[in-house]
């Protein structure tokens, strides 16, 4: 594992690292927390043993809308990301793909990713979902690239197993993961079929390199500061993997070579993971909205109507977030593998919101915040016994806020705005789970289109009636 | 009943409004149609029998969803307002009401209510829902008003009965509903006790005027026009009606006087009702989408990425206000009384952003049709033997498709953006079940600001952990 | 001409048609008042003489400004289309591109246009500017369509003339013009050259039919209503010309197959025309702004702080829209043929936001309005004199506002944002002058995106810093 | 001054603040430049030598006009805020308001100023604005205050000048200044007296003290990093200022107790500077755009239509604020004094745009550039020979470009989204020159809402016509 050019022995420690571990930390204690424990944890389908949700694989859509619950829940405590989601949302979509390949191939895929799924709950295990590659020049397909590795692909079949060559990118908490599960990108054509390839393996397999992501900020880390961090306890965490030539053997693949098979993996890994950021991002919202009416008390401005106005704005911005992911939950159905999937059309609705809102909740944060947002001296001068005075002096609004809460508070919310927080709240927002335009794309497919034409038509009088043309939703 | 100044004596024959009756009529003719029943039926928890889901009060949440998507069917069917769900709501209402007034105050209401409601299901009536005073100066409680009037009350109490005087505005389906169910607008205080009233009697009783609200382009439905009615079969009616001391006997009657139940049955009225256009307004959008789709085409830019790209747009918007109007739902609770309530927050989070989307939707809608929308001459013009074969020849689009067929769709658009169906999907949309001030109102105090603030002095390190901070949705 | 399938003899009294020549009349009237002459006249640089600024080609900047104010004053004054500036648009257009024409191709264009504007100084006429083809299937060119009639074109040149063939629509203000001013309505190739024609001729020309469009609540004028009307004195006007074999004398032919000029030609007339929105929307959008804060006040709120916030943005919007059409003005320039012309993007910029903020100000009117705005009754019932009474009691709001006046002013917002003012205020500003993916074309034109990506280039430290990169605008 | 804790001996080689200076060091360059000469000198109407525009009192509108011309065009050349406006604007304000007061009170404050401003000219000095006081709680006015120093205030008046005490906050290029002007930020009564103070004093004066503001990523400016920094040559600047017991000798007091003038200074000022972002801002968006463009390239999507929609709807924002400070600009006037002042109306409706846009052109940049904006590891990662290997592959895309300008394009958006150019891009534009509340206020009063009433009544035919209603702009 790398980081600023050089390599880390001990990540756990490691200044930039550490806050990130805190985040996944808090995974497993909202399991252990009575409080907690109803959405924290589920009933195995496999083994009837009590397991933490992250592990789960939804049998009804209660477990869909606890899911939801869970991730606004773990929002709230963090204020970052905490990592988990993504390869609970890979087990979730590799349990419905593998059983439509078996029922469709006669593979035995399932009956592996059972006994895989087993192993993950009965350890308690972080999954890193391993799912975007590099891509190149994105006007191209994998085997039209000038580098074939720019996708990731298999470059050996062996009888004991398979060997790949290749990079994942944007791989939210992978240094913190215990295993990680590849899965491909996009739709494949039959000339793709190497990249066609699904598998898991421990996250300290030979061959693989983590090169950590830098974040805005991420200094800060390492300066022994605390007030300026913000949120000194929890970040979220990126890195860009690389898979040198690396060995899985075949009980762990899942995929290698069904390339028809790619597309409903991804579509299904993605709808999963667009209904996710319908909680954790309107709990992170939550935290922003409390730390906007606060800085707005702090400033002695509270009960202004504008400041009211603006946040009873960011509640609604952040709730109808919530909304939409709640609606894709319950709006789910039981797959034939016995999984319950979300609806597809509701979940890239939830994510298209979220690639929007928390954009103007952060501008009207800011603009409650006013500009010592960014104008704020450090937090060394603020304890350096010149000049911190006149900070506390001058830098106090309502007399009965300490200063120094005001300077906590303004660099939370630069946290979230432009710092450290902002990774989790605002870009991976845009693009995580995919970039608004795949979700547009998504939208265009679910609806339909033609019965909404036919509806206008019968109503303007265009074309005799057709027989059958209630819908039911 | 008055319309145009004169005393109307076939209402349901006249031009104007007998298209808003068949809008009604399709309220009965889901409930008789296979493919509907399950949504536009339900069991009678009173009586066991099957009744139309319009008399139901919702016993789960279950309920609560097939109501959204019995609207959104009724929506794509009529492309207006259909009037029926207010009586719903209002039933729901003061099923819960009712309840919580004689379990506090012991008195008899809840069972009135429960015979009014067999009668209303056995008999499957259509209800107007009648909360909204004229209000005359809005700065002013209704004791204080210049005119006592002005919110309806009870000027005398009776053996037998109330006597009641005052009127109700923006009366949807007034002139269509077999019943006029009363209840106050408002929270009221010991000095309004008077103007505290809830009651239900019929539509003929004696005392009730109508004046018929007059719509933007109602004059067309004179003409005996087709093409240019845009939607010739539906329309939605709004009317005032005079109480002109209306006597009530006591069966028929849910409050008079416990002012402290005003705001709790207005709260659950809104609620419900905030939650009905979350299925509607969805409705009649996607009549609109697939209107601006249709006349896309047959512009011969139906494959234009500009196009397809504002389409989306159009569904996200709309499928946005359609999840929260299922979040609401899902997210319900069952009352002591039985009854299940939406969950208010998620509900007032729907009607807000039915206060915005809609009329985003037309705009794009508007852009699509193009100019021709509003400098197309009249059908008598098309239809005229010397003039009509020009605007065939010159408003032909792509050549495979009728020049009438476009004149039609661009009718209906005219419709629904700025005519007759315009009243139902935008006026209504802003200021049906409440104005948007009033939802923003209901969000500030439904969402738990203390708490949010606590979340973001956790996270910034101000002040002490307290022990029980987690919150579970 | 023809109106409702009939042939119209007197339209300057028809009751639908009255209201827009008054709207017309209002641009005289201005140019006779002393207070407005700075504005509404322009000396000549032909004959030195004072003339309407309407017939008045631009001479430097100030008299772009002048338009732009000249223009909100009328939209003040009327709150409508007034319709006289796609005729001035069309003079100021046609003189730089006939002088540029001449300058290259050597024709006498340029002589015979001066000649025809002296024509049209002298005699102050409005003149309709035809620009729009119906343009049938708009996937295909003009000589690709199966009609060949479907884009105007010359059918026969002779030695007196051309005869041309074809129709023109969405004609604002034809009906009342003096003359017909044809252009082209795209770019033109080779192929395309007959379809290059320019001309103009007196409205009465033979050969011309026109056919009235027809507007939302139109047939109220026919009603002797009033109050209803919302605004009675005055309205737009929109008709589809059809040029039915129309000969054209060589002296009021401005172009005749130069194909390559027809782009240049269209591409100034849309700058202007772009511009003009700047001045006439605005102006109907302070009409709003009153009305929404009038009745507001009468309604009893004109001081809560929702509502003010509420007028603010609509206030912010409006004069930004007025902002963009001064910015295009100031930053204009004389071309060759001394004509001076608007700033391109800037004009393009203007008219996108017009396509826009129109919208939500409409949309913060009928919000402020409230539900009455669509459930009033008729004026007939209100001068009724049994139920009058009754609308006259219970639809007073703020006591010393008659309620007659909280009538009108309801029905002056019904009429521009559903009604007949909604048609200048909305769709025209949506597609007039273009709709607005023209103008987002233009605006990718203009903009010189390579000078940009090297701005970058530059900060970011990429390829050589090139010697000359300083731009001045 | 003091930053990070430390005095700071040398400032100018700092590695925190170098790049800022460097930002000023482009305000003399285009001085020098002949291309930019037109834009970056005047004439001083002084002196009638040849001055940086930036000593410049504004003498008609073309000024006004080419002060928002050079300001696009540093933001262009810097990407950052060059500081140097806030100095201009407070000389100009100035000029306004000493000669009013000495009209108005016989004072002689407008020829020191006029001395001062001879000075300013002739050593071409950079001032510093300074209005902001820390303002304590908000609710309270200046005297009002627990700690009377929360806004700045003479506390002695002596023969020879007076002493003040106090902090300004915000002060952008504080630290890179010659002269610190200092102004009230407020309107102040006859009991907030000694907060009327205005005055300019060398920034070495005796008893100032700087704290440095931190901010976002700064700490990679000690890194030594190159691409990490996105904009490595050119950063902005901000500080506290610490007023401990100044002496101000009376011949640079421009204001000491008049306090019913304190309000036109903040008036004055906050119009020019609001116009100033008009220019500034427009030119930072110009490198944002230009970066979003390239990065698509380098991606290679640079031709899909999304994108381009994306590009050219950051473009359309961008030239709306724009054209705001034109138009603000060139709708100025001549004041008594000589200055040309701007219209405050427009000026504010430009700042309030601003206060909105560039956070959507943001918003699309981040949407444009992807994911890797965020997961990208270190500079220092891609220069280790081990690793960086496979940074170059893995991270190439269009396989024209290299991967370091890739990367680089990707550090500048990051840079300019979250990075040390948000500050001045987002932040800044939110609540320099006055936080968005403050333009509502102001756009409030400077609009006409009783003749828009007017307006509005004349249209719906309420009350009688007045003989003298127009109003010319």
Redesign the interface.
């Known amino acids: 594992m790398?980081?600023?050019?050089?390599k880390v022995k001990d990540p756990v420690d490691h200044p930039i690292i550490r806050p990130s571990v805190n985040s996944v930390a808090v995974t497993y204690d909202?399991a252990n927390?009575p409080?907690?424990e109803?959405?924290a944890t589920a009933k195995s389908h496999l083994t009837g043993e009590k397991i933490n949700r992250f592990t789960h694989v939804h049998q009804n859509t209660r477990d869909l809308?606890k899911k939801v619950?869970l991730l606004?829940?773990l929002g709230?405590?963090?204020?970052v990301c905490f990592q988990r989601c993504v390869g609970m949302d890979s087990l979730n979509a590799l349990s419905i793909v593998t059983f439509e390949m078996d029922r469709k191939l006669g593979t035995k895929y399932y009956e592996r990713f059972v006994e895989y799924l087993k192993h993950v709950q009965e350890n308690d295990l972080v999954c890193c979902g391993a799912m975007?590659d590099?891509k190149?020049?994105?006007?191209?397909r994998p085997s039209q690239q000038?580098?074939p590795?720019?996708y990731l692909r298999i470059i050996e079949q062996r009888h004991d197993g398979i060997v790949v060559r290749?990079?994942k990118?944007?791989?939210t908490g992978a240094v913190n993961s215990h295993e990680i599960i590849v899965m491909p990108t996009r739709t494949m054509r039959r000339e793709d079929k190497d990249y066609a390839v699904s598998f898991a393996i421990p996250s300290d397999t030979e061959g693989l390199?983590y090169?950590?992501?830098?974040?805005?900020?991420d200094?800060?880390k390492?300066?022994d500061a605390?007030?300026?961090l913000?949120?000194?306890?929890?970040s979220g965490q990126?890195?860009?993997i690389?898979f040198?030539e690396v060995f899985v053997p075949w009980e762990r693949v899942f995929m290698a070579g069904e390339y028809e098979f790619s597309w409903p993996l991804v579509n299904r890994f993605s709808a999963y993971h667009r209904q996710s950021y319908g909680g954790c991002k309107a709990g992170v919202g939550?935290?922003?909205?409390?730390?906007a009416?606060?800085i707005a008390?702090y400033?002695?401005?509270g009960k202004a109507?504008?400041i009211?106005?603006k946040?009873?704005e960011m509640?609604?911005l952040n709730?109808?977030i919530?909304?939409?992911g709640?609606?894709?939950?319950?709006?789910g159905h039981k797959t034939l593998s016995g999984t319950c999937l979300v609806n597809i059309?509701?979940s890239n609705?939830?994510k298209?919101?979220v690639?929007?809102f928390p954009?103007?909740i952060v501008?009207l944060a800011?603009?409650i915040a006013?500009?010592?947002?960014?104008?704020?001296?450090?937090e060394?001068?603020f304890?350096?016994p010149?000049?911190g005075k006149?900070?506390s002096?001058?830098?106090?609004?309502?007399?009965e806020v300490p200063t120094e809460?005001r300077l906590?508070?303004l660099?939370?919310i630069?946290n979230i705005s432009?710092?450290l927080g902002?990774?989790g709240y605002?870009?991976?927002s845009?693009?995580?789970a995919g970039?608004?335009?795949a979700q547009?794309i998504m939208?265009?497919r679910e609806?339909n289109?033609e019965?909404?034409?036919?509806?206008?038509?019968l109503?303007?009088?265009?074309g005799k009636e057709k027989q059958?043309d209630?819908?039911?939703?």
Chains 1, 2, 3, 4 share one sequence.
Not at 2 to 6: N, R, V
Not at 230 to 234: E, K, L, S, T, V
Not at 370 to 378: A, E, K, R
Not at 393 to 399: N, P, V
């Open positions: 790398y980081l600023f050019g050089e909202v927390d409080k907690c109803d959405l809308v619950k606004r829940l709230q405590k963090t204020g975007t590099p190149g020049d994105r006007s191209l000038a580098d590795d720019l290749g990079s990118v944007h791989q390199i090169i950590y992501g830098r974040q805005s900020c200094l800060r390492t300066e605390d007030i300026d913000g949120n000194a306890r929890y990126e890195a860009m690389i040198d939550d935290v922003l909205i409390g730390a009416a606060a008390e400033n002695g401005v109507s504008h009211r106005n946040i009873v509640n609604h709730e109808t919530y909304a939409c709640i609606a894709c939950s319950a709006e059309l509701l609705i939830c298209l919101n690639t929007r954009f103007e501008r800011e603009d006013g500009g010592l947002l960014v104008t704020l001296p450090s060394k001068d304890k350096n010149e000049i006149y900070m002096k001058y830098l106090k609004g309502d007399k809460s906590r508070m660099r939370l630069e432009m710092g902002a990774i605002q870009i991976e845009m693009h995580g970039s608004p335009q547009k939208i265009e609806v289109i019965w909404k034409k036919r509806l206008a038509e109503l303007a009088g265009i059958n209630s819908k039911v939703f």
